[in-house]
């Protein structure tokens, strides 16, 4: 009788790497370097070295002097790391040189995170964009990389479409970058469908923005019961969420989820994100959710507040919340300039969200003007909507029709104007 064979799973060992960074203005601080080797942990390696190198500019050739260069070679063979990541976006002759000088894996920033998008994208959509996003990068990488490619081997930067450069040539790269394009299109097209269908509704839009692991998941958890994946990682979700959301008066409004943030945020990935990113730019309200035990909370306000400008979302109102409040915080808060108010919360606690939701409430009725309108009985149809779009005050049935003190909006306020017997009621 044969011997049953048994099969074991050999977990393969993270990969050791370097940390490079060039300070250009003297000013690098720990954080910067703190966040790429949370990124490098995320995508899967283990940090076991790093080198700064201050410079008036980064080398045009490789990046960093050929000094440094020859004594990052030297640290790369003490410590058996098994390549470098770069904290900024090489150009393709920066990274193949390093590749010559210093024979090992040469991976930057922006790798890291497309590698890390190519693992957590779980929706069609998300795929799509960042396949996308990573075919334009590795598209601008593929002249001259014969050598380099096959160094690659496997690990970060080499999962999802990334294998596809070492079989492809750069026509077929454009084609596919062609289809998923019109992909995106047809999405692009059917959330403005969506958009428009919660619009002739009246229904409010609310984005959670910030930076990446701020706890915008969490926090939609808390306020709707969404069940998203919410976990102390960055970039945990991906995939935009949108749930239903009653305020204390009964308005309902559309909560919305998106991805995170992050410094030098790769702008392919913006790109590829554009049709997601722009739920942001149709929103209503914008939460910035902060998460303020970070010793480089004021860092990460300002990364959001440049993507937000990028995207075109600058004159879109924003209520701050203060997260993470029931850990170690250093106070005071940072002055937040931009916000039209700000929130202490907790949204592991749910401490501070019944405040977050009258802040919300309250910048939602500035919009609105509060008008009194007699409405005959004979407008079913005009009170139907008067009851699902406005806020309602007070209604009493009177012999000529039911008169409504409300809050309307634009649109309710036209509907109404014949109606109308007193605006701006106190």
């Given at each position: 009788m044969a011997k049953e064979t048994k099969l074991y799973e050999v977990e393969k060992p993270a990969e050791r790497v370097i940390l490079v960074a060039v300070d250009e203005d003297g000013s690098l601080a720990d954080d910067f370097l703190n966040e790429l080797?949370?990124?490098?942990?995320?995508?899967?390696?283990?940090?076991?070295?790093?080198?700064?190198?201050?410079?008036?500019?980064?080398?045009?050739?490789?990046?960093?002097?050929?000094?440094?260069?020859?004594?990052?070679?030297?640290?790369?063979?003490a410590l058996e790391a098994d390549g470098i990541i770069t904290d900024d976006e090489l150009t393709p002759a920066q990274m193949r040189n390093l590749e010559d000088m210093l024979d090992t894996k040469v991976m930057d920033r922006t790798m890291v995170i497309l590698d890390i998008f190519a693992a957590r994208a779980l929706s069609n959509e998300g795929k799509i964009q960042v396949e996308l996003a990573q075919l334009k990068y590795s598209l601008t990488r593929l002249t001259g990389q014969g050598t380099a490619l096959s160094r690659l081997g496997g690990g970060i930067g080499t999962r999802g479409p990334g294998e596809k450069k070492?079989?492809?040539?750069?026509?077929?790269?454009?084609?596919?970058?062609?289809?998923?394009?019109?992909?995106?299109?047809?999405?692009?097209?059917?959330r403005g469908l969506l958009r428009s269908g919660r619009s002739k509704k009246g229904v409010v839009n609310v984005s959670l923005v910030g930076y990446t692991n701020a706890g915008k998941s969490t926090l939609l958890n808390k306020m709707t019961d969404a069940g998203v994946l919410a976990e102390d990682k960055l970039f945990a979700t991906l995939d935009t969420t949108s749930r239903n959301l009653k305020l204390p008066s009964g308005t309902s409004i559309m909560l919305t989820d998106t991805v995170g943030f992050i410094r030098k945020l790769p702008h392919h990935l913006i790109k590829a994100f554009r049709a997601t990113l722009e739920e942001m730019k149709y929103a209503d309200i914008l939460i910035h959710v902060v998460d303020a035990s970070n010793p480089d909370r004021m860092g990460q306000m300002n990364a959001v507040y440049e993507t937000l400008k990028e995207l075109g979302c600058e004159k879109t109102p924003v209520i701050t919340a203060f997260n993470k409040m029931d850990r170690n915080v250093e106070l005071p808060l940072p002055y937040d300039t931009i916000a039209r108010q700000t929130v202490k919360i907790s949204a592991k606690s749910g401490d501070g969200t019944a405040e977050l939701a009258e802040a919300v409430e309250t910048l939602i009725k500035s919009f609105k003007k509060p008008i009194k309108a007699v409405i005959p009985y004979s407008e079913g149809k005009l009170t139907a909507l008067v009851y699902s779009r406005c806020e309602i005050i007070n209604s009493e049935h009177r012999d000529d029709g039911i008169c409504v003190e409300l809050y309307a909006d634009e649109e309710m306020e036209n509907r109404l104007e014949q109606y109308t017997v007193l605006k701006e009621i106190k």
């Open positions: 080797e949370e990124l490098a942990k995320t995508a899967g390696a283990v940090t076991v070295g790093r080198l700064i190198q201050r410079r008036e500019k980064r080398h045009p050739g490789h990046y960093i002097g050929k000094g440094k260069a020859e004594e990052l070679r030297l640290m790369i063979r070492l079989e492809t040539d750069r026509r077929h790269i454009k084609e596919r970058i062609s289809e998923l394009e019109s992909d995106l299109k047809d999405i692009e097209t059917h």
